[in-house]
């Protein structure tokens, strides 16, 4: 198929294009522009149900090349870069809500976001997360001599782009070369999700700060690490330190 073999696009893409084509043509059919939908022969492409996370091997290796390249006359990059990692590592935000964020979005236990849809929402912040954001905004404030709007900036002080953003993994995975796992935001949200729930975290409460409008993806995590929830729920159940 095209799409996968011209453009490269994974089946969970793939798939989601055919989604939207039969929805347009239906659409037409509805306005009685066409009387026959062209996509109804399209079958929907087979996907894997892998979710790719990264480990600490993948984490302690991003951060290392950062710190490389920060005695390379590459500090702001490096410090800006850092900061990207931790902040989508510690709230597991999409990366249009972290290239959208300003400083006034930022509140010493919540980040103010605009998920999808454009729809403002609220997702919760550690304090290490709000300390590394204080701490970059240090830095921003001691680089430019100014306050400056937009938290994740070029060397000019203007916002950085969608593209540049995903530039951001692009980068990495051209200097790390990781074979596999996925380097992108993406994978960063997988992770934060993974990693909560492995250390005790709930699906519900994940679900609401993932902000999944039903709890399905969120049901793939569970399923994903379900064994080691098992183990959690083992070790941390109220009945063991009851006498009855």
């Excluded at 149900?49 to 984490?59: A, L, P, Q, S």
């Excluded at 390379?72 to 990207?84: A, G, L, P, Y």
Aim: proline share 2%; charged share 25%.
């Amino acid at each position: 198929m095209f799409l996968d073999d011209k453009l490269g696009n994974s089946s969970s893409t793939t798939n989601n294009k055919i989604k939207h084509l039969r929805a347009f043509f239906n659409h037409l059919i509805e306005n009685e522009f066409i009387t026959h939908n062209p996509c109804l022969k399209l079958k929907k492409q087979q996907t894997d149900e892998r979710i790719e996370v990264f480990n600490d091997f993948h984490i302690r290796m991003m951060l290392r090349y950062l710190r490389r390249i920060k005695r390379k006359d590459h500090e702001f990059t490096s410090v800006r870069n850092t900061t990207v990692i931790k902040i989508l590592l510690g709230t597991g935000i999409r990366l249009g809500e972290m290239q959208g964020l300003r400083w006034s979005d930022v509140n010493d236990t919540y980040l103010t976001v605009f998920g999808k849809g454009r729809k403002s929402e609220t997702v919760p912040l550690s304090k290490k997360v709000y300390d590394e954001l204080m701490d970059w905004k240090k830095y921003q404030e001691k680089y430019f001599n100014s306050n400056i709007e937009y938290i994740f900036v070029d060397r000019s002080g203007v916002q950085l782009s969608y593209e540049a953003c995903k530039g951001i993994f692009k980068g990495l995975q051209s200097a790390l070369g990781f074979k596999d796992v996925r380097l992108s935001a993406h994978t960063f949200r997988h992770t934060f999700a993974q990693r909560y729930l492995l250390a005790g975290g709930d699906p519900f409460s994940l679900q609401r700060i993932l902000r999944h409008s039903n709890i399905s993806m969120t049901e793939k995590y569970t399923s994903m690490w379900g064994m080691a929830l098992q183990e959690q729920n083992e070790k941390y159940n109220p009945l063991n330190n009851l006498d009855i």
